[in-house]
């Protein structure tokens, strides 16, 4: 198997453990590891409604969300100047505790298994409600009403669109007896509820990559002792074997349309970029060099695709035309840049860069062509942008372990996501649902 380093050719071996119980595990503990020192004041009222149980799922979600996005400091109850149900907001009193939003919930009880939740957001500096919605619902949905409820809120005040909706998919390793292995790919909500298996096997999985319409999962499996493509239907749990090709079948990334898959293969001789056309199965060499090229991405307007080649001596990033063409190469600082990931707005590249000081991810502005880097960590790879690109998260090494973080892209939020058992690698965050 041909290397760049430890991440890029390798695709990594994930590792975790499974034993789930369903829908009230979570599968990862988050810790925010560094905050914005003038995060925004906003009070969460304690939930009001006839339904407490439902009432306590949502409240103890939204406050989660709200805390880890790193964005907001929730004020502590006791300096509430109102207690109880609200009728009518003193915006003045509130104000002058610091509070800046403030976000009243109610739950109640509409029928068998059905509830209305009902939420207003009050914007304390200019003295007026910000918004209010209702959402009827059932039980079995209360943390995705409470995921909204969060999208809603981080939005009206951040101006970005939420992502405590959207989910992670990665690969873990569970060691059986006799020190055998066991890989799973696996997704989970973006708080590490809601754990689920899509495919296990005693072989690597690899490279996990989301269709754009979240209903699809394509990933490098080695079960047939050899590396290949295979796609699977989240929902039906149906897979299919795209790319079986003598050598390399790895890396896969899904066009912004969904009709296409780049991929790294290696049975022209060297690791090149081909394009596959998903319904036909028809490849298309894209690129062809005596070097590596490797780890696709699509630009989000499909008209590009980024890429990591050693055609310089050293990995670089590099960018080609979706027909075909000479690459132009991105990135020049260091002597290692991989594992590129373009923001849903198409104005920053993510990546795993080293100078000397080990493997960190870094950030390029496209078009300011500036790089900057964002972690301080020894060995971190594997970046994926959230899809409002307010978040990257990557695998890094800590306490001699694998483990998720995540960091803004303006570097000054950061959290890390540990698995409850085990260890975890290379994640990849899902599109907006």
Known sequence: MILFKRKTFI????????????QSHALLEIEITQGVESAFPIAIMPITGDAPIAATLIESVVYANLHRSGFFSIVDKQFYPQQGKIEQVDYDRWRNNGIEALLTMNVAAAGADQYRVEFELYDLVRKKRALGHGINTKKNLMRKVAHKISDVVFESITGVKGAFS????????????????????????????????????????????????????????????RSEIFVQDLSSGTRSKLSSAPGINSAPAWSPDGSYLAMTLSSGGNPDIYIMEVGSRKLRKLTNHHGIDTEPAWSPDGRFILFTSNRSGAPQIYQIAFGGGTPKRLTFEGNYNAAPTVSADGKYVSMVHNSGQGYRIGILDLQRNTFRLLTDGNLDEGPSFAPNGSM???????????????????????????????????PAWSPFR
């Open 166 to 225: 959207t989910r992670i998919a990665y690969v873990s390793e569970l060691r059986e007896a006799k020190n055998n292995k066991k890989f799973i790919l696996q997704i989970a909500d973006a708080d590490g509820f809601n754990p689920r298996t899509v495919y296990a096997s005693p072989k690597q999985l690899m490279s996990p990559a989301w269709s754009p319409d979240g209903r699809r999962l394509a990933y490098v499996s080695f079960e047939n002792e």
């Open 392 to 426: 990257i998260i990557y695998s890094t090494h800590h306490n001699n372990s694998t483990v998720l973080s995540a960091v803004s892209a303006d570097g000054r939020v950061r959290q890390r996501l540990r698995l409850q058992e085990g260890k975890v690698r290379e």
């Open 11 to 22: 695709f990594l071996t994930f590792v975790t453990s499974l034993i789930f119980s369903a």
